[in-house]
């Protein structure tokens, strides 16, 4: 099967299309397809599509639809399941363009980190075109398809950039030019978009035109958002000033050290892009908490040191702790470990203790992105993990991504996660 959503929804059983039927039904599937592989009940189901108020016939329409849906799916009720009062779609992997765009986004990243540019630029040329337009273009004005196709674009934005950036490191610059004057102007607050036309307008021999554009996007960004650029490009506009050699030159570095330098994961792409997801949401302000579960030994370190080089090269600052459990231990010791700056406990309660380093985190990654990693959660105190806890119900609006380690689930921590990577030994 076939099933795509870059663009209106659409489906493929080999080369046959598949009729879809009505709007409702076609919603149905659509909502399914979100949610592949996950039993949903009959009234989630319908509460997402009709609302606070459904028709009396909705659970019937919604049967009907079903029924059409496994007469016209190769498999029917095989492919379209029934669980009690809840429908499952089966999907395979790579079944949905959305995955496909994700995966090959992410052995793109990997080919990048290793310094493969021109391979890195060739996956995201097909990864990009996946698209046929607007993501669930049919469902524009439909709440259940509203944050994916919020998230979905952000993705979409930043492949765009990656593969600029590969093109950049290949060697590109006047081509380029074109393309980014017109992206700005769709995407005026992007500073990453700002970046790269400032370098391939200097790489093309316009100086004057470089920092032209940066006055531009600092104007921009003062107009909109009463802020000057970020520190990255405060930088690039002295280097351009400067005429630093440096930015005449590919990249010599195949990878930038996060945490350290890390060496290349094998076969961890789909992690790794729904990981990299989380650095686009961070850069976009949306903060996210990933958890990565697994006994020991089945690489969640290496998956996180990977990670933290990709986040590094893409502006992110790395902070970095872990539980001890070797005994005596102070209180909140990750924490302490990864933010040295973390405000002493005089004698607060709890609340007010975890609302100041909430309001810290707040604070610095405003100054930066963040990505905080908190490895061997298994070991670390309960205070600790009642502040990841509280940390996490804040965190949807800051430039942070919070990646938590742990041989054993953490059920208190999976409503605030984004999701939950189960790792094999």
Known sequence: MDYRILGPLEAYDGDRPLSLGGSRQRAVLALLLLHGNEAMTRDVIIDQLWGESPPPTAAKVLQNCVSALRKELPGGAERLRTFGTSYALELGPDELDRDRFEHTVGKARAAAATGDYEQAAEELRKALAMWRGAPL?????????????VRLGELHVAAVEDRIDADLASGGAEELVPELEG?????????????????ALYRAGRQADALAAYQDARNALLAELGLEPTRGLQELQKAILAQDPQLDARR???????????????????????????????????GRLFLVVGPA?????????????????????????????????????????????????????RFEYFTSVTQLLRETAREQPVLLVLDDLQAADEESLVLLE???????????????LARDDVPRLGRFATRTIQLGS
């Open 252 to 286: 010599a570095q195949a990878i930038t050290p996060g945490r350290r330098a890390a060496t290349p994961v094998v076969g961890r792409d789909p992690e790794l892009a729904v990981l990299e997801a989380g650095v686009d949401d961070a850069l976009a302000g949306r």
């Open 297 to 349: 030994g089945a690489g969640k370190t290496k998956l996180a040191d990977e990670l933290a080089s990709r986040a590094k090269a893409r502006g992110l600052g790395v902070r970095w702790g872990r539980g001890w459990d070797g005994g005596d231990a102070p209180p909140y010791w990750p924490w302490r470990q990864a933010i040295r700056e973390l405000p002493e406990n005089d004698g607060a309660g």
């Open 183 to 199: 992206l700005v102007a769709r995407h005026p607050l992007r500073e990453r978009l700002r970046g790269q036309l400032m370098l």
């Open 137 to 149: 273009s049919d469902f524009a004005y439909e709440p259940f398809a509203e944050d994916e196709i």
């Open 390 to 404: 509280f940390v996490a119900s804040e965190v949807a609006e800051m430039p942070l991504l919070i990646l938590a």
